[in-house]
């Protein structure tokens, strides 16, 4: 942290009115099993996972449903008993409204126990284990990271252990507005966190074990410290609040002064970061042998009846738990999965629930504004709130124009697109958009050059294979030629060989 | 008489030996432009430009003499790469680009000839003799080399589909 910083606070980010309470205190409500359930096949980041079973078949609560294919990938779980009806196409929980690949479940009711077959060995002593088994167990548990990216947490794991970091960050932040299900979680399961928390270290080796809370959730924090205060190599740090904190690079800044590199990963500044819901994930994974396929989900939003955090089965559809929560009050102007700031909005509610979903935001018409952005008028407000320290306005301007390496030049990479940019626009310009399609277009251009060098070899191999054809047929031809001639000149000698002994045996014979 | 050989003789080959160093150092090589075109081209020598070959469009249009998007399989994306490898201005708007195609074989139609097997450049299209063909979509380029050969017209172009992860958020509206 910079002087600048400790003497008059914090130089990015943005405070936005975080609207979590009442939801935050409210007691989680368990979310009864729905009729069917639709578990996407993509839920985390990297290749989505191959189904491991059949339309028709039977399966048990936590078995697993799908492998995973390719390095970076995770397995998935069924969440409930049932027959898995059909593996097909449904809309994904996308702005596109895309379709997904998922595994359609009609659950019967009958409730399986825990552990069952397809989740991770139940151990009661993990520390015994070793790391790269630690690994091996999150990766089989189906484990993701929880705060929004869905990367697959037994990747981290065992990177982490390979590059050798020092500090295990844990992620309790929660800066996103309207959310609170970490803050419920650290307040309800304080020890399982710390728990996992331990588990982590011990794969990662890491030395300690930083966890970042914003001073916004007192209550999270005594319960945390409660839970931490036995083991000395977990400590719970306070943090100012300040939207993104719970972002990666600052909160590895905020807690450890490091800075992560841009362009590098936080392997390289020594850390890493992991959100407190992976934590609690990866100790029933180890502990318990439990898959994860069940979250805490934070409702909310003015349209929503009744705002609370839900635990919800993986692959249960928005509408059934926006109905299971209290309903709406109104038809909601905007349906946001994630945060407010960070989250992805909904074409409609029939779309699943998955792993990284951290919350289901219904906004009244009230909260959204709709109105048409004006003109940029350069004064700069974005450039002052880029915790990254871009420009945004540079960066849309040459977006605006088509010009994506002109933006990619500006930092384009380096955005973390959290949306403080466009919080503060005076003009409403839609920053993160920009820098959105920016991104999907130079995405497109790299596709299509990977692409045209492929088929650009596999033409050349054609032609290749062409001509050595055309050749081995001309040299066939030849030596076809050459065996004839050959033939054809023994033939010859023969012919002349006899006559010539008959020639002979006549000279005899009139001999 | 020897004096006039001699000097004739050590004059050639002094010269010569000038000429030869010159002749090494002082190169020009050949067009460096066309071999940077040809490589930002398809390569699958399709001939939809009318040239013979990437090879011949990649000629002509380092010369001037065709547009830098002569190439309809590669689009909008290759005609302003090599605008902008050539410095030459093109107007994007301008460009004719449906979007990259894919070879799509209807399956009713399709009586297993093999014809088109034969004229894919880059043997995207899989089949056996009176067996369905299909097309590979990651080896298709959608040059439409396949269109001609087929006898029952099964074989169309489609847009390549969207997928979620191909998908590119829209951009937003100018203010």
Redesign the interface.
Known sequence: MGLMEKCFGFSWGVHPADHKRPAADAPVRVMPMPERLFVPL?QHLGAPALPAVLAGQKVKKGERIANPQGAVSAAIHAPAAGVVTAIGEIP?P???G???LAVTIEVDGEEACDGADGGPPPCDDPFALDPAEIGRRVAQAGVVGMGGAAFPSALKLSSSKKAGVETLIINGGECEPYLSCDDRLMRDEAPAIVDGIRIMLHATGAREALVGIERNKPEAIAAMREAARAHGDVTIRPIPVRYPMGSEKQLALTLTGREIPAGRLPADAGVVVHNVGTAKAVSEAIRHGRPLISRLVTVNGGAARAPGNILAPVGALVADVLAFAGGLKEEPARLIMGGLMMGMSLPHARVPLVKGTSGILALSAAEVDDR?????IRCASCARACPMGLLPLEMARH??A?DFAGAAGRGLKDCIACGCCAYVCP?R??LV??F??A???L???E??RL??D???K??????ARLAAEAREKAEAAARRKAERAAAAAKAKAAAEAEAAASEEARALVDA | MLAAVLSLTVLGAALGLVLGVAGKFLAVEANVAVAEVEKLL????CGQCGFPGCAGAAVAIAAGEASPACCPP?GK??AMAIAERLGVALD?ASIDDDG?QLALVAEDLCIGCCRCLKS?????IVGAPRQIHNVLR??C?GCAACLEPCPTEAIRLVPMP??????????????
Request: aromatic content about 2%.
């Open positions: 993509a994904a996308h702005p596109s895309l379709p997904v048409a952005p004006d003109p940029c977006i605006a088509d003009s310009i839609p958009q920009y959105a399609h991104r999907g277009r995405a497109a251009e596709r299509a692409r045209l492929a088929t650009r596999m033409a050349q191999a054609k032609s | 398809p390569g699958t020598n590669g994306a290759v994007a990259p894919c450049p880059t043997d995207a990651d080896a380029t969207v997928t979620l992860p191909h998908w590119v958020m829209p951009r937003p509206l100018a203010a």
